[in-house]
Nanobody, 121 residues
């Protein structure tokens, strides 16, 4: 089993920044990488960004490319999502997940509880 705990969400004004963290524990060696997904009210959960534990594979959704940056600290088993130039369209519950190197939810076996990000003036 892998346990994931997200933190760092909150309320931010348009154009602002937030950094989300996801601390992983347990059998992380059984996974290939970590991903961030988000779900807005009334919408399906969508892919945001993902990174392999080796760091050799990183992928972003087109909607966040050039604004968001995913990184990791293997020593701390923690993955980060730096979000810049936020807009109201980024408002959602953000989830981290552990599993295969993939951009679809079904490839991830473990999920965090989610952290709310609200972008509003």
């Amino acid at each position: 089993q892998v346990q994931l705990v997200e933190s760092g969400g909150g309320l931010v004004q348009p154009g602002g920044s937030l950094r989300l963290s996801c601390a992983a524990s347990g059998r992380t060696f059984s996974t290939q990488g970590m991903g961030w997904f988000r779900q807005a009210p009334g919408k399906e959960r969508e892919f945001v960004a993902a990174i392999s534990w080796s760091g050799g594979w990183i992928f972003y959704a087109d909607s966040v490319k050039a604004r968001f940056d995913i990184s990791k600290n293997n020593a701390k088993n923690t993955v980060y999502l730096q979000m810049n130039n936020l807009s109201p369209e980024d408002t959602a519950v953000y989830y981290c997940a552990a599993g295969k190197r993939a951009v679809t939810t079904e490839k991830y076996d473990y999920w965090g509880q989610g952290t709310q990000v609200t972008v509003a003036s």
